[in-house]
């Protein structure tokens, strides 16, 4: 162990006794840090590694991101879909506040600790929401984030690989080669494998009048059509932000550096100026800092960045005056507007289910070695599916889940907003929200953006989405130490419009489960509600199922004004203060539908370009 100040003198003589920053883009370890870099990325994930990749694309510019966790090991539980089990690269032990309308329950809180964040342990699928979504938040006050703003972004971040001809007319696999994108980092690809079941799914949502969607890249984010997912089809493997971001263009980088396992403690500031940050190494507690010349970009993830910003003095003052820690900026909004989709699985015992299916690969060895030499043979494979999942997914707006419409519309307008946000909550901020469910609440009559999701795997589970929540929760630091958990609250189905729109999804699964096509395969639900009729005894019955979280965290340094309760301007500035910005989930004003990881690496190439710029790089 060295001190302090040897530590500082190292990095010093360390700098200087080598080739600027090395030969290539390294990993590093605290030793070979430089003592100061162009831009310092806090949280190495989806956005993180997007935005230093871009930044670094000019040689003359130094970038240095911090990443919590390790680089994974490339282990088939991270790379193979099949073999999906990510459990050593998640952040383990995590667990929200007890939820107050959960009957005091305590949920754990997925999400990535690794070089590659999200990207390494997510379920892969990969799609954008509707332009609703995008125009909303741009509506709020994202001015410049709209469909059409981040549709040449959504492209630039893609490389879209159609499926073989032949194979998707047999699956009614159908794409828009004009929506996507051809030259991309993200590898994107349709499973070249399928469970018979996909067509009784798809030909029962048929009857029920849920149209196929062409593509669902193209703003229209709702019907039902076959899952993109983020494997590379070369190779069948995973693309993450390491390896597409990273791995990608390390050789020709020496001036992009990741230091993994070390946590972003807080960013230093000379007044208001970002100009570096400290920083702990997690398993050795040896801290040090590192300056930032141009500018500071926290990329920590919805559930990290705000406890970052309030550490570092940027949040509610009044609350991080209870920790002494000095306000350098109040802004009551960082940590609060907390969004997830919440999920909702259906479990079956079937009578008469097809073999394979969604849950061959777990309950038949034979069949599951079979595959995986297949597989291994680089042969179309149950593998090539992210383990227990399906293909299909249906999206729909409200009015195409239930008939109930003007009275869900109804018990939301009857909320008060006030009361949800905790009884006294910021003028802004409050203001913020009303203007937010007003939107929401418009749009519910409307057939726009989906609110929810149903995804049968083929096999014992069905797992239904909520994904347009009205709850907002918060993330709160606990101590002044990094190395603990902030307060973590879903405030799942405060507003209790949430499972009313939960509900309604849950009942139109039962006519999806009662068309022939589904019925003749003999479903038996075993979970949550068999057997129960009435509403209020299956609503009883979801809450004590029911996820408050998909792993899709956003929103808490939301991108509206700042008398809204904003965090971040439209160019991912955090207000009042300068060289410091945010670029990860954290700046959504509200979720969009659907899996978020399209969106992250949409946004942040957008984030990239907007620094460029302000910085004259571009
Ligand atoms: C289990 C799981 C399944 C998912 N499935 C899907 C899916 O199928 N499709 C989809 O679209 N999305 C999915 N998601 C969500 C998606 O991966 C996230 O929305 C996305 O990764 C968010 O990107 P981000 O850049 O905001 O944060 P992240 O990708 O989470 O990156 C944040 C990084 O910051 C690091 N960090 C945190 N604190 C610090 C600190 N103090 N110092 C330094 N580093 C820090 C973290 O370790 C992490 O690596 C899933 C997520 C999980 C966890
Ligand atoms: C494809 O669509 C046709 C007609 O719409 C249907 O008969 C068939 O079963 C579908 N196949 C699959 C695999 O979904
Ligand atoms: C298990 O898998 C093997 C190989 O695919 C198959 O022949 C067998 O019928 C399966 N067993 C059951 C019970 O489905
Ligand atoms: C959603 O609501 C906003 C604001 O009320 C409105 O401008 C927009 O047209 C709505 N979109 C749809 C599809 O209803
Ligand atoms: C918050 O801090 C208190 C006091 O140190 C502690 O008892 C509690 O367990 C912490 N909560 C969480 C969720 O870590
Ligand atoms: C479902 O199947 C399991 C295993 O065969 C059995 O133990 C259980 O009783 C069944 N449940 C229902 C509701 O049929």
Request: with cysteine; proline share 7%; glycine share 10%.
């Amino acid at each position: 162990m060295f001190s302090e100040v040897a530590f500082v003198l190292g990095l010093v003589v360390g700098a200087s006794a080598r080739p600027l920053l090395g030969q290539h883009a390294q990993r590093i370890d605290a030793r070979q840090l430089a003592n100061e870099y162009d831009f310092v990325v806090a949280g190495g994930g989806i956005a993180g590694l997007t935005v230093a990749d871009r930044l670094s694309e000019n040689p003359k510019v130094s970038v240095l991101v911090i990443e919590y966790g390790p680089f994974d090991q490339g282990e088939d539980g991270v790379m193979v879909p099949g073999a999906y089990f990510p459990v050593p690269y998640l952040w383990l032990p995590l667990s929200s506040t007890p939820q107050k309308a959960l009957g005091g329950t305590s949920y754990g809180v997925p999400c990535g600790r690794v070089v590659g964040g999200g990207s390494v342990v997510n379920a892969m699928f990969f799609h954008r929401g509707s332009a609703e979504v995008y125009d909303g938040w741009d509506s709020l006050g994202a001015t410049g984030w709209s469909w059409s703003d981040l549709f040449p972004y959504f492209k630039k971040s893609e490389n879209f690989n159609p499926p073989d001809a032949k194979y998707a007319a047999e699956r009614n696999i159908t794409w828009d080669k004009s929506v996507h994108g051809f030259g991309g980092p993200v590898q994107a690809s349709y499973a070249p494998y399928d469970y018979p079941g996909s067509a009784n799914f798809y030909n029962g949502a048929l009857r029920l009048g849920i149209e196929p969607r062409k593509d669902p890249n193209g703003g229209d984010a709702t019907g039902i059509f076959r899952l993109q997912r983020s494997v590379d089809p070369k190779t069948q493997t995973r693309s993450t932000a390491r390896i597409n971001h990273y791995e990608s263009v390390k050789a020709s980088r020496p001036n992009y550096h990741i230091l993994p396992n070390t946590a972003v403690n807080k960013i230093l500031f000379s007044g208001k100026t970002a100009t570096g940050v400290d920083f702990v190494g997690v398993s050795d507690s040896k801290s040090g800092t590192v300056k930032a010349k141009k500018e500071v970009i926290v990329a920590a993830g919805a559930v990290h960045t705000p406890q970052i910003l309030q550490l570092s003095g940027i949040g509610d003052a009044k609350y991080l005056q209870q920790f002494k820690i000095n306000s350098v900026v109040d802004l009551p909004g960082v940590g609060l507007n907390l969004q997830d989709h919440l999920v909702l699985s259906v479990s079956y015992n079937f009578t008469n289910n097809l073999f394979p299916n969604g849950g061959s690969l777990q309950a038949n060895t034979t069949y599951a070695t079979e595959q995986r030499a297949l597989y291994d043979a680089n042969k179309p494979s149950a593998f090539d599916l992210t383990g227990t999942t399906g293909n299909l997914i249906i999206q729909l707006p409200l009015s195409e889940w239930t008939s109930s419409v003007r009275s869900i519309v109804s018990l939301a307008s009857k909320q008060d907003p006030s009361k949800l946000l905790g009884g006294s909550p910021n003028a802004g901020v409050l203001a913020g929200y009303k203007k937010q469910r007003k939107l929401i609440i418009d749009n519910l009559s409307n057939d726009g953006e989906a609110v929810g999701d149903i995804s049968w795997n083929t096999g014992p589970t069905t797992t239904l989405y909520m994904t347009r929540p009205l709850s907002r929760g918060s993330i709160k630091i606990n101590s002044t130490s990094i190395l603990t958990q902030p307060l973590i609250d879903f405030g799942a189905i405060t507003d209790p419009t949430d499972l009313e729109m939960l509900l309604a999804i849950y009942l139109k699964n039962r006519e999806l489960m009662a068309t022939p096509e589904l019925a003749g395969l003999g479903p038996l639900e075993t979970s949550p509600a068999p057997g129960l009729k009435t509403n209020e005894e299956i609503k009883e019955a979801i809450k004590k199922t029911l996820q408050p979280s998909n792993a899709h965290q956003c929103c808490t340094a939301a991108m509206v004004p700042k008398q809204d309760g904003g965090v971040v301007d439209p160019q991912n500035k955090v207000y009042g203060t300068d060289r410091l910005s945010v670029v990860d989930a954290s700046i959504w004003p509200f979720v969009p539908g659907g899996g978020p990881q399209a969106s992250v690496y949409a946004g942040a190439e957008k984030a990239a370009d907007t620094i460029k710029k302000r910085h004259k790089l571009l």
